[in-house]
T-cell receptor, first 112, second 112 residues
């Protein structure tokens, strides 16, 4: 079956540091890949997505590239801010099936 | 555009009691999902509706959980009787087509 493995947290960084959160997946076929973010007290929000190999999703300074050869979709940001503190979830859905399979989430805390 | 609405936001019950959650999706969204998010884990799909029909309920514990989506709009998720391990956040999401799911704020359930 499908699965998503995320870098374990929590992750604590100083403001303006470089961020990487690792995500690898196992899936049959060619899934679409997503990063969702959950800010304190709020629901999940789609951060970015990529639907085919070598696509790069980007939003709010975050980027992730769909790497089929390494089955990875790592999330990166060049300079994090305190407002980026949240829980980040990597997820996938199979082609033709909207069901999302999530990783366990990575809690990110940015300190001033 | 109004987002996905859920109520209540919090609920505390004794084990063996029953509880119901309500979800109002984004207007016009045909697909509605219920997820269970246990603390420290990623969301897990319980049931997916397309209009008022069930698409996937393979992970719904049908001996105690039930869900309906009358008229293809609002949905309710019920647990009867509740067990301690049902303590979780119950998330509702909706989508119109394609893959982007929009999540509500969730209902946090504590079973004592």
């Amino acid at each position: 079956g499908n699965s998503v493995t995320q870098m374990e947290g929590p992750v604590t960084l100083s403001e303006e540091a470089f961020l990487t959160i690792n995500c690898t997946y196992t899936a049959t076929g060619y899934p679409s890949l997503f990063w969702y973010v959950q800010y304190p007290g709020e629901g999940l929000q789609l951060l970015l997505k990529a639907t085919k190999a070598d696509d790069k999703g980007s939003n709010k300074g975050f980027e992730a590239t769909y790497r089929k050869e390494t089955t990875s979709f790592h999330l990166e940001k060049g300079s994090v801010q305190v407002s980026d503190s949240a829980v980040y979830f990597c997820a996938l859905s199979e082609f033709g099936n909207e069901k999302l399979t999530f990783g366990t989430g990575t809690r990110l805390t940015i300190i001033p | 555009e109004a987002g996905v609405a859920q109520s209540p936001r919090y609920k505390i019950i004794e084990k063996r009691q029953s509880v119901a959650f309500w979800c109002n999706p984004i207007s016009g969204h045909a697909t509605l999902y219920w997820y269970q998010q246990i603390l420290g884990q990623g969301p897990k799909l319980l049931i997916q509706f397309q209009n008022n029909g069930v698409v996937d309920d393979s992970q719904l514990p049908k001996d105690r959980f039930s869900a309906e989506r009358l008229k293809g709009v609002d949905s309710t998720l019920k647990i009867q009787p509740a067990k301690l391990e049902d303590s979780a956040v119950y998330l509702c999401a909706s989508s119109s087509s394609g893959e982007t799911q929009y999540f509500g704020p969730g209902t946090r359930l504590l079973v004592l």
